[in-house]
């Protein structure tokens, strides 16, 4: 298994795939507390997107994520269901607006290989968060890694910047390690990169 610390891989700008059609529905309870942690972006053009991080729940519920939005603690883009949830095999869940910077990653954290070493990821950044306990009992999908590739060919598609897609715990080695070393990072740039 891979160290969750490595997980990073560039898109390139010539193999930009076209427009991308993202089956996504709206989370009620999470949009409603978007405007609560969540924030104004400096650039709110699509221009200013440079990276996607991918990150896992903890837990194993769509309803336990949004809890933490209620909360004000946290926030993300998506939201992927796991196999057990209704929304599993059929869409993923918005959870917040594109436009507004969620708070996914802490301010003062970067790495130098992503954005040129630029702090705060949360301004230039999209958060995908995938429901998975991040235990050895917990697979994550088939479905779930083509729904997280989705979103971000979508993204790929939609903000002519975005070049990075990266793990959470890359961002914050000392505090993270989501998605965790079960995630199959290989085999989601393979369906990213459209292989």
Not at 37 to 59: E, K, L, M, Q
Not at 154 to 160: D, L, N, R, S, T
């Amino acid at each position: 298994m891979r160290d969750p610390k490595e997980f990073q891989f560039n898109l390139p700008a010539e193999a930009r795939p076209a427009a991308f059609a993202l089956a996504e529905k709206i989370h009620a309870a999470a949009w409603d507390a978007a405007p609560d942690c969540t924030s104004a972006r400096p650039d709110a053009s699509a221009n200013t997107i440079r990276a996607i991080v991918i990150h896992a729940t903890a837990g194993s519920s769509t309803e336990g994520a949004v809890s933490v939005m209620a909360a004000r603690r946290a926030s993300f883009h998506w939201l992927v269901a796991d196999e057990n949830e209704a929304a599993h095999g059929d869409f993923v869940w918005a959870s917040a607006p594109e436009r507004r910077a969620a708070w996914h990653v802490r301010n003062n954290c970067f790495h130098p290989d992503v954005y040129n070493g630029a702090k705060r990821v949360n301004d230039w950044s999209l958060g995908i968060e995938v429901v998975n306990a991040q235990s050895d009992g917990d697979e994550f999908s088939d479905w779930q890694l083509h729904a997280t590739a989705g979103i971000v060919r979508y993204a790929w598609a939609k903000y002519p910047n975005l070049a990075y897609v990266v793990s959470h715990a890359r961002l914050d080695p000392g505090r993270r390690t989501d998605p965790g070393s079960s995630f199959p990072w290989g085999r989601f740039a393979e369906l990213v990169m459209g292989d």
